[in-house]
């Protein structure tokens, strides 16, 4: 293959801004070395062109490129309910949001919600995503195939229940077990598929159900596995109830032997000292998801118990109890609630939020050896930020002084409309409609010498 050298400027947190304070790495006039959609090489541009002229150069000058978006919490049947605001948690999902999962029941139905979803990732610059599935077996199957089709890295699975919810979303632990089965066998591995074991939450399930889903991750210890905790007192409240001989919330997941590596749980809002001790121990990641937080007034999250006790954290949108599919503002959030928070919170830096955006995610997911920087060996996985020509962005980022105040202003005004192209793997899976070559040619880069 002739290899793509794609010349930018670009960014990218190879290592942690939680514990390293050189983690960005910054290149004014960068180059990747690409070959088989593989970073083979990255630095300075004029140096790689000098030993690869054999190479496509691919111009990408005038914006900035960050490694692809992961989104760690994510809903596939929540798509087209986004915005439902004014309501908590458990009101919101029987008034708005499980109504419509119950319509994935219908085939057709659930195709077409499983393209606006993919759609609503790689516009957003999400390449990569842990995914809440569908209740329905049907609907999982739809939902693989069309990821196939567009070539985006999805981590999902059936999301399984047998209390507390509408009746035709409930299954039962033979059901749960079986149902997932086939699913592993059939998507697990398969291209860019990856499952995840998903009780919906413990409030939902039963411990039958929790420990089918136990059954399949001991069976197939390469799945991952997925679900809620700690989002609402009310919430937390109820699982006390429902599990009297447990000691907590993440007991209840604890004793099915559902935590590991791969265990990503979402919210941990109101968590406590001993579930945080547990969560670090076993290496379990929490996904936290600020708009969502916010929108549903479930409540500020504690990050700075979760990295004092050793959790790691990275970011979720959690539609469509968020507010949409774009981590850049996910980021944004984040780092406004730890502002809000004072001496409780955590400020956050661009670096963090980038970081919490890429690599973070990778290592949620444990792909942190394939994807979530720039770093030789990783697949290009990428999403160029370039604002159209005479947007306010634009402005901004033609008057940056640092690399910082470039990736504040992506961060603090990036929306959807400045996604210009994404690349999965070396291969575009998506280019903003009316993208001209006008847009790629070399124009004044945004400051990004340090």
């Known amino acids: 293959m002739t290899p793509t050298l794609y010349r930018a400027a670009f960014m990218h947190t190879p290592s942690s801004p939680f514990t390293d304070a050189d983690a960005l790495h910054v290149e004014e006039d960068g180059g990747l070395l690409v070959n088989g959609g593989v970073i083979v090489q990255s630095g300075d541009f004029a140096g790689l062109r000098a030993a690869h002229p054999e190479a496509a150069v691919h111009d990408l000058h005038g914006g900035v490129l960050l490694p692809g978006f992961i989104d760690t919490h994510v809903h596939y049947p929540q798509v087209r309910v986004i915005g439902g605001l004014g309501r908590p948690l458990l009101d919101w999902l029987e008034h708005v949001t499980l109504p419509e999962e119950a319509r994935l029941a219908d085939p057709a139905y659930a195709r077409a919600v499983a393209k606006d979803f993919l759609h609503g990732l790689r516009c957003n610059g999400t390449t990569t995503a842990l995914v809440f599935g569908s209740h329905f077996k049907g609907a999982m199957d739809l939902f693989f195939?069309?990821?196939?089709?567009?070539?985006?890295r999805t981590v999902a699975g059936l999301v399984v229940s047998d209390r507390m919810l509408r009746p035709e979303l409930h299954t039962t632990p033979d059901l749960a077990y079986s149902e997932g089965r086939a699913l592993i066998e059939r998507w697990h591995g398969v291209g860019r598929a990856r499952y995840a074991v998903t009780p919906r939450f413990s409030l939902s399930a039963s411990e039958g159900i929790l420990d089918a889903c136990a059954a399949l991750v001991s069976e197939y210890p390469d799945v991952h596995f997925t679900s809620h905790i700690n989002e609402n007192v009310r919430e937390v409240q109820t699982v006390r109830e429902l599990f009297p001989g447990r000691l907590d919330y993440l007991d209840t997941y604890d004793r099915a032997g559902l935590l590991g590596r791969r265990s990503v749980l979402a919210h941990n809002i109101h968590t406590t000292d001993r579930e945080l001790g547990q969560m670090a121990a076993h290496h379990c990641t929490a996904a936290h998801c600020p708009c969502s937080n916010s929108a549903l007034g479930s409540g500020p999250f504690p990050l700075k118990r979760h990295l004092a006790a050793g959790v790691h954290v990275a970011l979720g949108t959690d539609v469509g109890g968020g507010t949409g599919?774009?981590?850049?503002?996910?980021?944004?959030?984040?780092?406004?609630?730890?502002?809000?928070?004072?001496?409780?919170?955590?400020?956050?830096?661009?670096?963090?939020?980038?970081?919490?955006?890429?690599?973070?995610?990778?290592?949620?997911?444990?792909?942190?050896?394939?994807?979530?920087?720039?770093?030789?060996?990783?697949?290009?996985?990428?999403?160029?930020?370039?604002?159209?020509?005479?947007?306010?962005?634009?402005?901004?980022?033609?008057?940056?002084?640092?690399?910082?105040?470039?990736?504040?202003?992506?961060?603090?005004?990036?929306?959807?409309?400045?996604?210009?192209?994404?690349?999965?793997?070396?291969?575009?899976?998506?280019?903003?409609?009316?993208?001209?070559?006008?847009?790629?040619?070399?124009?004044?880069?945004?400051?990004?010498?340090?």
Do not use: N
Request: glycine share 12%; with cysteine.
């Open 325 to 450: 599919f774009s981590l850049l503002k996910e980021g944004l959030q984040a780092y406004f609630m730890q502002q809000l928070l004072g001496e409780d919170g955590l400020p956050l830096t661009p670096a963090h939020l980038l970081y919490l955006c890429t690599r973070a995610g990778a290592e949620a997911l444990d792909m942190h050896g394939q994807i979530g920087d720039f770093s030789a060996g990783k697949a290009f996985d990428a999403v160029w930020l370039c604002p159209p020509q005479g947007s306010t962005l634009e402005a901004i980022l033609d008057h940056a002084s640092s690399p910082s105040e470039t990736l504040a202003a992506l961060f603090a005004g990036g929306t959807q409309a400045d996604v210009a192209q994404v690349w999965v793997g070396g291969g575009e899976v998506y280019a903003r409609p009316g993208l001209s070559s006008s847009e790629s040619v070399p124009k004044q880069s945004p400051v990004l010498a340090s």
């Open 145 to 152: 195939e069309e990821a196939a089709q567009t070539g985006l």
